[in-house]
């Protein structure tokens, strides 16, 4: 067989299959659907929970800094109260 | 003498406005030599903020509530400690720039004991006949202290506090650690 047989051969008409016209449009549909969108379920949330991070987190910071404000008072004031004591009682050990 | 302390301690202090806070000046190098200390630095908001936090707070939420009554009255509060592993890590003059200021008219030393290498006083601020400010320096071989404080403190109260102490409200100690 000669190159001109063979690519005769090779190019040849055939009819295609019975179901190929029905695979095809199968095919098609399938491929024009547009992609799913993020549910709105999904957007709801997310919005939701930025809401609720955007309107605890002043929140959550202010307690913070009353809880470290808080501590810090406490221990000044233990400070304060000990020299207090302390110089009172050198006072005291003097003045006896 | 002692009859001028208690008065102190019995009488409960009012406060009105001080015009010229106390500075607390000439102690920034000693942090960086101390093995512990506390700076502490609380205006009127940072008070407010701690007694709203402090209500109810403690063994049966009096702990809390005795202390949020004691800082109910101040408008600002400093305490400055420095606690040293070795002695001669400060000098006396190291307070000169805060005794100065305890010296304009106004302050009054009313406690003052000093020995060879320490030193304690006690002083207030009067306007109008009324206490308006309150200043503690204790100067020790290995521990420095400077407390001031404006305005209205019961120290009574206070002096009671350092007796109890306050144990059922968690506050972390000098180390950091949680009490």
Do not use: C, H
Not at chain 1, 78 to 93: P, S
Not at chain 2, 99 to 108: D, E, F, K, N, V
């Amino acid at each position: 067989m000669n190159l001109d047989d063979e690519l005769r051969s090779a190019l040849r008409r055939d009819n295609p299959s019975p179901d190929f016209a029905r695979r095809v449009v199968a095919q098609a549909k399938f491929s024009a659907k547009p992609k799913k969108s993020m549910p709105r379920m999904m957007w709801a949330a997310a919005i939701a929970a930025i809401l609720a991070v955007g309107f605890t987190a002043p929140y959550e910071y202010r307690q913070m800094k009353a809880e470290r404000a808080a501590s810090d008072a406490v221990l000044a004031l233990r400070i304060t109260a000990e020299k207090l004591n302390m110089t009172r009682e050198k006072v005291l050990r003097i003045e006896n | 003498m002692r009859k001028l302390f208690l008065m102190i301690l019995i009488s409960g202090w009012t406060a009105a406005q001080l015009p010229a806070q106390l500075r607390i000046t000439g102690l920034d190098g000693l942090a960086s030599k101390a093995k512990e200390s506390v700076d502490i630095t609380l205006d009127s908001s940072l008070l407010q903020m701690a007694g709203g936090f402090l209500a109810g707070k403690g063994k049966d939420g009096k702990d809390g509530d005795q202390i949020r009554a004691l800082l109910a009255g101040l408008k600002a509060i400093t305490v400055k400690n420095y606690e040293f592993k070795e002695t001669g890590q400060y000098r006396i003059e190291d307070l000169e720039p805060i005794r100065a200021q305890l010296r304009t008219p106004g302050w009054s030393k009313i406690v003052s004991d000093q020995s060879k290498d320490e030193l304690s006083e006690i002083y207030t601020r009067v306007e109008q006949g009324k206490v308006v400010g309150f200043a503690i320096i204790d100067a020790e071989p290995k521990e420095l202290t400077v407390v001031a404080i404006e305005g209205t403190i019961d120290l009574k109260d206070l002096s009671k506090l350092g007796a109890l102490g306050v144990p059922a409200i968690r506050i972390p100690d000098k180390k950091g650690k949680q009490e």
